[in-house]
């Protein structure tokens, strides 16, 4: 009986552990949430600067699920350091105008499958991201957002996508490095 009960400990123990979970990368340190069409929406964020555009500055925000796979990617691009209120107006990210952009998709598979593709609704009057607080001793900042979507590729592999994402209430912490804003 007692061979029996280790066999079935042991395979009930290599069944468990086959849950394939992945890390998530280690290059984020904040936190985005917003109302999503309405609903709850968090993320793991960073904010770094334009390596190619120095003083202006990007808000990346990625969804996982539950098992580490990447399902969401948010970002808004060329931000000034400046607690000004700064309107999005385009979904091209390589504009020549330094224009703050924004986009939005989803992944599939296992993370590395582009899902559903959004680009910046540039007839919404209310695209805007504003850094509200500068925290010197947490090398820390806070702000705001409001963007909206439209549709712009459905994968067709999953349920319908609605044709427009609106995010409001949007908030975001993240860490920076203290000579950005000092």
Not at 32 to 39: D, F, I, Q, S
Not at 42 to 59: C, H, Q, R
Request: charged share 20%; hydrophobic share 35%; proline share 4%.
């Amino acid at each position: 009986m007692s061979k029996q009960l280790i066999l079935f400990v042991m395979l009930w123990f290599i069944s468990s552990c086959n849950v394939e979970v992945n890390p998530i990368p280690n290059i984020y340190t904040g936190i985005a949430t917003a109302l999503k069409n309405g609903e709850e929406w968090n993320s793991v964020t960073y904010f770094d600067e334009i390596e190619s555009e120095p003083s202006l500055f990007i808000l990346r925000a990625d969804v996982y699920n539950n098992t580490g796979f990447w399902r969401e990617t948010f970002d808004i691009r060329r931000i000034q350091g400046n607690m000004d209120i700064q309107e999005i107006t385009t979904p091209n990210n390589q504009n020549e105008l330094y224009l703050l952009s924004s986009n939005y998709g989803t992944l599939i598979d296992d993370g590395d499958v582009v899902g559903d593709i959004y680009s910046l609704d540039t007839t919404a009057t209310n695209n805007f991201i504003q850094i509200t607080n500068y925290n010197s001793f947490k090398a820390e900042i806070e702000g705001i957002f409001n963007v909206s979507f439209i549709l712009t590729k459905d994968d067709k592999q999953g349920p319908v996508p609605p044709q427009t994402l609106v995010f409001t209430n949007g908030k975001f912490t993240a860490k920076v490095k203290r000579n950005w804003f000092e």
